[in-house]
């Protein structure tokens, strides 16, 4: 077990009727040791990476946790789909977010879950900003002591000490620097506008995470290269792999006959499917999967991806890996693979392990772009 999970089994306190919501950490060991203490409380996953929850799940059913005491709500509609004030603990891992926006927005959902009295704890180290999250969850909770150190990690806490919704938007209005409005209904990027200098308030309906996020979106330079490098046929069918915010896909619909998008971020597919919405293009599907596990039955002409190299914060070439894995495995015979990666990942091995051909048909001194046939 990792040290973030250790101190967590080590300070985190429970009563074995609690209501505890993770925020989206189900990738965490440590729910694994809270399903055993809960006797009559329950567990609720809020969630974005189904990869992460399809994990958390299995090993809750191992351990013998009832379905009805483990639910699962997608992060980015937890303010639309639940009741606030119902949680006696919100537990939130910085290993598991990826960015500032996804952590200060799941401070604003423990802030909204949480009954009065109810406890906030954070885990994370200096170098994932746990510091700088604590100094937020102090102006807005009003509170916050460290629990423990240790090699760089610290477990913090803050407790809900607002009785009720009037008295929070009283302390959100005196917290700009917490801007970031929960959700309940998503509008589009036009409406929302900027989030930065907003005041918070739980009623807010004008944004969400997804608003968030989509108004972030831009084109990087690796996925720059790749578009210009890649080759469309009007009769393919194409597949996005780790769609994102969904400029790939969008690009190819307008060359392919149709193309499925993927990701396993639940609103990262909410994201594409507003950026396709907004596109007016109808030969577009998008859909959340882990890598390609939701098409694997499906063969495609072209399959396109511009694959993570982090996992739960620590750089890796297994998710690209496995994407070339299942590249392989969707293709039509004569399919094309595109890939883009940073240059010092070495992808070359494994793309020849699947493929008899693999070139570089692009790039500049940060950024490849592979063809494998």
């Avoid at 925020?23 to 809960?38: G, H």
């Avoid at 119902?86 to 927005?105: E, R, S």
Wanted: hydrophobic share 40%; aromatic share 6%.
């Amino acid at each position: 077990m990792l040290l973030p999970s250790r101190l967590l089994a080590d300070t985190v306190q429970l009563a074995p009727d609690n209501q505890v919501l993770f925020l989206n950490s189900a990738a965490d060991p440590f729910v694994s040791l809270v399903a055993r203490q809960l006797t009559t409380g329950t567990i609720t996953l809020a969630e974005d990476n189904i990869a992460s929850l399809h994990v958390a799940l299995q090993e809750a059913e191992h351990n013998g946790l009832h379905a009805n005491r483990l639910r699962h709500v997608a992060f980015h509609e937890y303010t639309l789909r639940e009741p606030a004030a119902t949680m006696d603990v919100a537990i939130m891992n910085l290993l598991y977010q990826p960015g500032n926006t996804w952590t200060l927005y799941g401070l604003q959902l423990a802030a909204y879950a949480l009954k009065p009295g109810g406890r906030l704890y954070v885990v994370g180290a200096k170098d994932r900003g746990v510091l700088s999250i604590a100094k937020r969850m102090q102006q807005y909770f009003g509170n916050v002591e460290t629990l423990s150190i240790s090699k760089g990690y610290r477990v913090v806490c803050s407790y809900n000490s607002f009785l009720d919704s009037t008295s929070r938007r009283g302390r959100a209005s005196q917290a700009p620097l917490l801007a970031l409005p929960v959700v309940s209904v998503p509008q589009t990027a036009s409406q929302t506008g900027s989030p930065r200098g907003m005041p918070l308030h739980f009623d807010d309906t004008s944004s969400s995470l997804v608003s968030l996020v989509f108004a972030d979106g831009k084109l990087d330079e690796g996925t720059r290269l790749l578009l210009e490098a890649l080759e469309v046929r009007p009769t393919d069918e194409a597949l996005d792999m780790g769609c994102g915010a969904g400029f790939i896909g969008i690009h190819m619909a307008h060359l392919a006959s149709n193309v499925t998008m993927v990701d396993v971020s639940l609103t990262t597919v909410a994201v594409a499917r507003r950026r396709v919405e907004e596109s007016g293009l109808t030969n577009i599907r998008v859909l959340p999967s882990d890598g390609a596990q939701a098409v694997l039955q499906q063969r495609f002409d072209l399959v396109v991806t511009n694959p993570p190299f982090h996992m739960g914060g620590i750089q890796t070439t297994e998710i690209a890996e496995r994407f070339i894995g299942e590249a392989a495995q969707v293709l039509k015979p004569r399919g094309r693979f595109y890939l883009v990666a940073n240059r010092f990942l070495k992808y070359e091995p494994t793309l020849r392990a699947h493929f008899k051909t693999v070139d570089e048909v692009a790039g500049n001194t940060r950024y490849k772009v592979l063809r494998a046939l």
